[in-house]
T-cell receptor, first 110, second 118 residues
Framework: KNEVEQSPQNLTAQEGEFITINCSYS?????LHWLQQHPGGGIVSLFM???GKKKHGRLIATINIQEKHSSLHITASHPRDSAVYIC????????????FGKGTKLSVKP | GAVVSQHPSRVICKSGTSVKIECRSL??????MFWYRQFPKQSLMLMAT?????????EQGVEKDKFLINHASLTLSTLTVTSAHPEDSSFYIC??????????????FGPGTRLTVL
């Protein structure tokens, strides 16, 4: 079992729909990242959070430390949101390296 | 937000040659830089962690003599793939971490370098 599990693996939505991507992890963490990777490959850091909720534009990220679960929400989705969304957790400890989920491929149709 | 650049973005080389990839943090000093490799439809895999002025720490299974990392300054790290072979073809991504407070740090990713070895 992977230490970071994302669901769903693939998601197709119609433009305007509300989208939720989930991330569950099994290790102790100091922080959790949500990343976006476009088809060209470049990675953009969307959020880093260790508790509660953060909002940036149409994106909302929440984390429940007790339940070891985080969600990324996209409101009023748009075709340009089509990308792979990756959850990564910073493990506790001196190195604190990131452990990556396998990503959720989102396709938003016009 | 902070910017991390990589150069080149794409490189095609012949088998047996060496390729150098540069990673720069453009507007901040990075306490640590990371090198990742990503195969198609796979997650990022950490190759090595480097701190300025010290030797890189390689993950298990990553050959340090093949993937040479030089962390020359707080804003520049290079990855050299020596004697590249077709199986080294992959997407290489660097990442830089900076301190944002006493106990809080942030990590930023470069745009990646696609290496194709013929």
């Amino acid at each position: 079992k992977n230490e970071v599990e994302q669901s769903p693996q693939n998601l197709t939505a119609q433009e305007g729909e509300f989208i939720t991507i989930n991330c569950s992890y099994s290790v102790g963490i100091s922080a959790l990242h949500w990343l976006q990777q476009h088809p060209g490959g470049g990675i953009v850091s969307l959020f880093m959070l260790s508790s509660g909720k953060k909002k940036h534009g149409r994106l909302i990220a929440t984390i429940n430390i007790q339940e070891k679960h985080s969600s990324l929400h996209i409101t009023a989705s748009h075709p340009r949101d089509s990308a792979v969304y990756i959850c990564a957790v910073r493990s506790e400890g001196s190195q604190g390296n990131l452990i990556f989920g396998k990503g959720t491929k989102l396709s938003v149709k016009p | 937000g902070a910017v991390v650049s990589q150069h080149p973005s794409r490189v095609i080389c012949k088998s047996g040659t060496s390729v150098k990839i540069e990673c720069r943090s453009l507007d901040f000093q990075a306490t640590t830089m990371f090198w990742y490799r990503q195969f198609p439809k796979q997650s990022l895999m950490l190759m090595a962690t480097s701190n300025e002025g010290s030797k890189a720490t390689y993950e298990q299974g990553v050959e340090k003599d093949k993937f040479l990392i030089n962390h020359a300054s707080l804003t520049l790290s290079t990855l050299t793939v020596t004697s590249a072979h077709p199986e080294d073809s992959s997407f290489y991504i660097c990442s830089a971490r900076r301190l944002a407070g006493i106990t809080f740090d942030e990590q930023f990713f470069g745009p990646g370098t696609r290496l194709t070895v013929l």
